[in-house]
């Protein structure tokens, strides 16, 4: 699979996994690769699946070039939470911190021909929660909750 | 699985039939390098066909918008054809649907071309 895994974490009734990643594109696989495996025992359906895989390639690709800046030194941490109503993910690295805010809309007219600048507008829409914040130690934690509905 | 990309001409109008995934890295790049490719060959009418493609990341959507910047500027028009559900939902989230022609229909998507071109 890749990635160096920390192990698995129990709390309560949550289970769920804390993954070491490399500072490159390898990565955004991996830990879609990760997830995606968590997103099946869950039990998400294939379509919700793709949604959770495409939301957290966004996250890792912001972490791995925007916040580690490729640097070999840095890691992407990823933190997968399963419960029975939902899945969360967290994602973390080592840059410089982020703010959402500071961040042009993408979706202003004057924006839209843009090259750049969507990728947590779409991690936003294929999830139900997704917050931005510190991390502890440094760089900018990212997690993503995707509740899951029986059908 | 990255992106295959492959080129066919239909009339004025050169058809790009898309497989796979256009994703930040080879993806997005090959797509670039073919849109850059065709702009500079004179290709005025570009159609994307985007059936066999399975997804597109922001890095992608990123490539597509470039790609309609360089080929509008150079005086041509990309447009889309053979959007999935995914590919369509993406377009409505970000709002490109405002930007892009996209037809249903490769037939229909030609004849728009010759229209605009007389």
Redo the contacts between chains.
């Keep these: 699979m890749g990635g160096c895994k920390r192990g698995d974490i129990e709390r309560g009734d949550i289970e769920g996994t804390e993954t070491e990643l490399e500072s490159n594109l390898q990565s955004v696989d991996k830990a879609e690769a990760i997830v995606l495996q968590e997103a099946k025992k869950a039990g998400f359906d294939d379509e919700v699946q793709h949604q959770i895989g495409a939301a957290v390639r966004e996250v890792v690709v912001n972490a791995v070039v925007h916040g580690n800046r490729y640097n070999r030194n840095k890691k992407v941490y990823l933190d997968i939470g399963r419960s029975k109503n939902k899945l969360s993910v967290t994602i973390g690295d080592e840059g410089s911190g982020f703010d959402p805010n500071a961040v042009a809309d993408p979706l202003a007219p004057d924006n839209l021909l843009r090259q750049s600048g969507r990728g947590l507008l779409l991690a936003r829409a294929f999830v139900d929660e997704l917050d931005v914040h510190p991390r502890p130690g440094g760089g900018t934690e990212v997690r993503l909750v995707k509740n899951l509905i029986k059908s | 699985m990255s992106v295959k990309l492959t080129s066919r001409q239909v009339g004025d109008v050169t058809v790009i039939d898309a497989a796979g995934r256009i994703?930040?890295?080879e993806g997005a790049s090959r797509f670039r390098d073919m849109i850059r490719e065709l702009a500079a060959k004179g290709n005025k009418n570009l159609l994307l066909n985007l059936a066999e493609v399975s997804?597109i990341?922001?890095?992608g959507?990123?490539?597509l918008?470039?790609g309609?910047?360089t080929v509008t500027n150079n005086g041509g028009s990309l447009k889309l054809v053979g959007l999935s559900k995914?590919v369509k939902d993406?377009l409505q989230?970000?709002?490109?649907y405002?930007?892009f022609d996209v037809y249903d229909d490769e037939a229909e998507a030609i004849r728009s071309f010759t229209r605009v071109a007389r």
């Design positions: 994703t930040l890295g997804y990341d922001s890095s959507i990123g490539e918008v470039s309609f910047t995914r993406l989230i970000t709002k490109l405002t930007v």
